[in-house]
T-cell receptor
Framework: AQKVTQAQTEISVVEKEDVTLDCVYETRDTTYYLFWYKQPPSGELVFLIRRNSFDEQNEISGRYSWNFQKSTSSFNFTITASQVVDSAVYFCAPRRKLIWGLGTSLAVNP | NAGVTQTPKFQVLKTGQSMTLQCAQDMNHNSMYWYRQDPGMGLRLIYYSASEGTTDKGEVPNGYNVSRLNKREFSLRLESAAPSQTSVYFC??????????FGPGTRLTVT
C-alpha cells in the first residue's frame, strides 16, 4: 500500500528560526514524483515544488530548500530564517494514486 | 489567465437538496480533479478526469457524481446532500498528472 506520513502535526517557531518539515512516502514504486503544497490561512492551495525519484539533488529556492533521499523515502522541506508569512499548513503529496499527507501546520510567531 | 475558477464560493443546503459545483480551467490541462477537505485533514480525492470524456472514482466518491463537460469544465453534483458532505471542495487541474493547480475552493454547509 502507498502511504504518505507527515509525522509533525503542528510546529511553532519564533521568527528567524530555521524549521524542517518531514515527509515520508512508503511505496513499492521505483519511480515516482513527490510534491509540496502550501495552504496559508486564506485557504488557497499553492504548489511549491516537484521532485522525481531519480533526482536526489537538493534544491534551494530563496529561503526554501528541499532534501530528497530515496533510500529513506523522505522528502524534507526546510525554511531558513522563517517569517510570519510562512505560517501555513504544508502538504506533501505523491503523484501516483493522488493521495495526500495530513499536513503540518506551521505557526511562525513574531 | 484566471487559472482554475470555482463557483459558488459559499453554499448552504438543507439535507436532501441537490446542487452542482462548477469548475473551469483556462490552462489547457488534460486532467481535472475534485477533492474535499475536512478540518484537520488532508485532501481526499472524490473523482478525477484524466482527459476529456473520461472520469474515475477517487477515495471518497459515494454521494457524488461528476461530468467532464469539455476540456475546460468539470462539475461535481450532489444529488441528495447530507450533513456528512459539509466540507470545503477544491477543484484542480494538471497537465500529464504532474503538479496540480487549485481553484479557490467552495465552502459547503449542509444543515
Amino acid at each position: 500500500a502507498q502511504k504518505v506520513t507527515q509525522a509533525q502535526t503542528e510546529i511553532s517557531v519564533v521568527e528567524k528560526e530555521d524549521v524542517t518539515l518531514d515527509c515520508v512516502y512508503e511505496t513499492r514504486d521505483t519511480t515516482y514524483y513527490l510534491f509540496w503544497y502550501k495552504q496559508p490561512p486564506s485557504g488557497e492551495l499553492v504548489f511549491l515544488i516537484r521532485r522525481n525519484s531519480f533526482d536526489e539533488q537538493n534544491e534551494i529556492s530563496g529561503r526554501y530548500s528541499w532534501n530528497f533521499q530515496k533510500s529513506t523515502s523522505s522528502f524534507n522541506f526546510t525554511i531558513t530564517a522563517s517569517q510570519v508569512v510562512d505560517s501555513a499548513v504544508y502538504f506533501c503529496a505523491p503523484r501516483r494514486k493522488l493521495i495526500w499527507g495530513l499536513g503540518t501546520s506551521l505557526a511562525v510567531n513574531p | 489567465n484566471a487559472g482554475v475558477t470555482q463557483t459558488p464560493k459559499f453554499q448552504v443546503l438543507k439535507t436532501g437538496q441537490s446542487m452542482t459545483l462548477q469548475c473551469a480551467q483556462d490552462m489547457n490541462h488534460n486532467s481535472m480533479y475534485w477533492y474535499r477537505q475536512d478540518p484537520g485533514m488532508g485532501l481526499r480525492l472524490i473523482y478525477y478526469s484524466a482527459s476529456e470524456g473520461t472520469t474515475d472514482k477517487g477515495e471518497v466518491p459515494n454521494g457524488y457524481n461528476v461530468s467532464r463537460l469539455n476540456k475546460r469544465e468539470f462539475s461535481l453534483r450532489l444529488e441528495s446532500a447530507a450533513p456528512s458532505q459539509t466540507s470545503v471542495y477544491f477543484c484542480a487541474s494538471s497537465q500529464a498528472r504532474v503538479e496540480q493547480y487549485f481553484g479557490p475552493g467552495t465552502r459547503l454547509t449542509v444543515t
